[in-house]
């Protein structure tokens, strides 16, 4: 199983500020990764696939980079909207897939 | 676009099976390459897969949790099921359903089942 690790746990950020974030897999997952957000009590949203494809209506401020075993999620201006915890999914080698456990984006 | 919708019981009793549905809407489940999946979420915590079956047949489990999972398709009802046995106060949580071709990009608005007696 590919163990995915997120860092840091919480990242405290001012509106308008750049935040980046790290997930680092276990073994290479080429360029199979997938980022998420989560808003508190909501469903996952998807960011980005292929690492760094963003996915349908997700706007250019986010941006994702990596490949191997090294990932970063960028968010390049940070909007109210965005505070929410984020994770990192790999679906290189499956079953089974996995997630980070997850970064939160909070207010600074 | 796809819409998943979770349901069933909100309390299931310590030993007793959870049973899950997933009503699938916008699209077939047998008309797509999508993989049907459940993701759980413990309270506060991170998200776990714990499996995916394709409309063929076609089923994937967690292997941690494989000996307690059995999922299915009906795609008369353009539904897909989860059944976990034996169950444990740690399989409180949220419980999502999704589709996927390989990441997770429809999601269900998530139930939460308690167990407890």
């Known amino acids: 199983e590919i163990v995915m690790t997120q860092s840091p746990g919480t990242l405290s950020v001012s509106p308008g500020e750049r935040a980046t974030l790290s997930c680092r897999a276990s073994?290479?997952?080429?360029?199979?990764l997938a980022w998420y957000q989560q808003k508190p009590g909501q469903a996952p949203r998807l960011l980005i696939h292929?690492?760094?494809t963003r996915a349908t209506g997700i706007p250019a401020r986010f941006s994702g980079s990596g490949s191997g075993t090294e990932f970063t999620l960028t968010i390049s201006s940070l909007q109210s909207e965005d505070f929410a915890v984020y994770y990192c999914q790999q679906y290189n080698n499956w079953p089974p897939w996995t997630f980070g456990q997850g970064t939160k984006v909070e207010i600074k | 676009q796809l819409q998943l919708q979770e349901s069933g019981p909100g309390l299931v009793k310590p030993s007793e099976t959870l049973s899950l549905t997933c009503t699938v809407s916008g699209g077939s489940i047998s008309g797509s390459s999508y993989y049907w999946g459940w993701i759980r979420q413990p309270p506060g915590k991170g998200l776990e897969w714990i499996g995916s079956?394709?409309?063929?047949?076609?089923?994937y489990y967690n292997p941690s949790l494989k000996s307690r999972v059995t999922m299915s398709v009906d795609t008369s009802k353009n539904q897909f099921s989860l059944n976990l046995s034996s169950v444990t106060a740690a399989d409180t949580a949220v419980y999502y359903c999704?589709?996927?071709?390989?990441?997770?990009?429809?999601w269900g608005q998530g139930t939460l089942v308690t167990v407890s007696s």
């Open positions: 999704s589709s996927a071709v390989y990441y997770f990009d429809y």
């Open positions: 073994q290479s997952v080429s360029s199979n």
């Open positions: 292929g690492a760094s």
């Open positions: 079956i394709y409309y063929s047949g076609s089923i």
